[in-house]
């Protein structure tokens, strides 16, 4: 579906009421990359696709997974009432957006333009990988007017993170039984077998639980789930 909307060369790609964790290759290169290739449906061709579209995603308590942490920003709003769809409102926004579209953009190029102007003035920002255009100038240009760091919701969408959370989980717990000390993945899974390490096994079968024994680590899922997160900091 993603793909047939960038075929379309839709502007806005909206993905709506979404329930699950966000995550995926294909949205994750489509967010970073300036092109992506993907199959015809139907036939067996591939073509090229420009992403040059903005991607949304609407949902309750949205989170996300793995890769797309550090490719999204969050924008909350709290009704502060339990039917938000009983509120009432000075402005219908569906109507008065699109006849104030001018002076909305208007204002959003004065505040770029005002920022380039100004000799684009550091305010002690760090890099925004991947995004590095967006984050040398829509980003600093807010600060810079004394607005909040769109990138300080990273934190909140961080950790939320499912794979972060377990994996600092299985490393608190791997330090804690271990320490510094090399192990195999087999006298890891033997040591579980011992009730002061009842923890570090819990968490362990969170990421690699035995298809034939819930209550046993499976040495196999634990070596490939070591190998993918080897060498990373958490």
Known sequence: ??????????????????????????ICSTLTQQTVTAR????????????????????????FMGDMTRRALLCRIDPQCERPDSLKFSKNLHEWVPAHRHELIGAALT???AYHVAGRPSVGLKPYGSFE???GLVRPGLVWLGEADPCDTRTRIE??????????????????AFGPNSKTTAEV??????????DLKHALLEVAVSSRNAD?????????YLKKYAGRIE
């Open 111 to 113: 505040v770029l333009r």
């Open 159 to 176: 950790e939320n993170d499912p794979v972060s959370a377990e994996l600092s989980a299985v490393l608190a717990l791997w330090f804690a």
């Open 189 to 198: 899974i033997e040591a579980c077998q011992y009730p002061i390490h009842a």
């Open 133 to 135: 255009e967006w984050s």
């Open 216 to 224: 046993m680590v499976d040495s196999k899922r634990l070596g490939k």
């Open 1 to 26: 579906r993603l793909s047939s909307l960038l075929m379309r060369s839709a502007p806005v790609i909206c993905i709506d009421n979404v329930e699950r964790p966000i995550r995926g290759d294909f």
């Open 40 to 63: 015809v449906l139907g036939f067996s061709k591939m073509v090229d696709l420009p992403t040059s579209s903005t991607v949304l995603a609407t949902g309750n308590n949205l989170s």
